[in-house]
């Protein structure tokens, strides 16, 4: 059996799912030192909210938080595909970004993360995925992201929390503008599931 193979149950971040969720992310130093993943929501205010867990769990619970979280084998979360609608995520590289903007999109992602001990086993691939495949469930529409290239040099994988330009070519999306040295604008129409509207 491949790697790739045990990683195959998604589910969304929900307040079933919180505590795989919060497992993975102490397994993790609380994911790039304590961010708990909420740098890019709205409601984190960066010099003022010094308990990023309890502002995740919060918004999770509220359903303000969204993820496709990635399950091995074990039923433990290995890693997950963080999006939402646009006024629930700002996107880094915002003032590049607001210089040009592209067509208004519904939806964002911003972040992709895998356990380090699980990296290159297509996991991020599967949580992009598990991510498109939810918000089609949710109605689709335009979806947004911005991520670095990595083709023809060497990125840190700290650098690489939004996945990567290619990954998310071989998803569907299409670069549509650069806003830093490696960093594009990554769009998306994403169709909603059958029954149901935008």
Known sequence: MAAEDVFRTVRPL???????????????????G??????????????????TRALKEQLVRAGQAHAALVFDDQELAQGWCQYGLTEELV?????????????????????VFVDKRHRG????????????????????GLTEAISETTNGREAQSRFLFSATVELFEQCGFARRRQVGKHAWIVSRHIDPAAGQNE
Request: overall charge neutral; aromatic content about 10%; charged content about 25%.
């Open 34 to 51: 304590g961010c708990w993943c909420v740098a890019f929501h709205s409601a984190y205010d960066r010099h003022g909210t010094s308990d």
């Open 14 to 32: 929900d307040a079933g799912t919180w505590d795989a969720f919060a497992e993975l992310a102490e397994r993790n130093n609380g994911i790039y």
């Open 121 to 140: 086993q297509g996991i991020a691939r599967t949580a992009l995925e598990g991510a498109i495949g939810q918000i089609s469930a949710a109605g689709g």
């Open 91 to 111: 996107l880094r590289h915002g003032r590049e970004y607001r210089k040009d903007p592209p067509p208004p999109a519904r939806w964002r992602i911003t972040c």
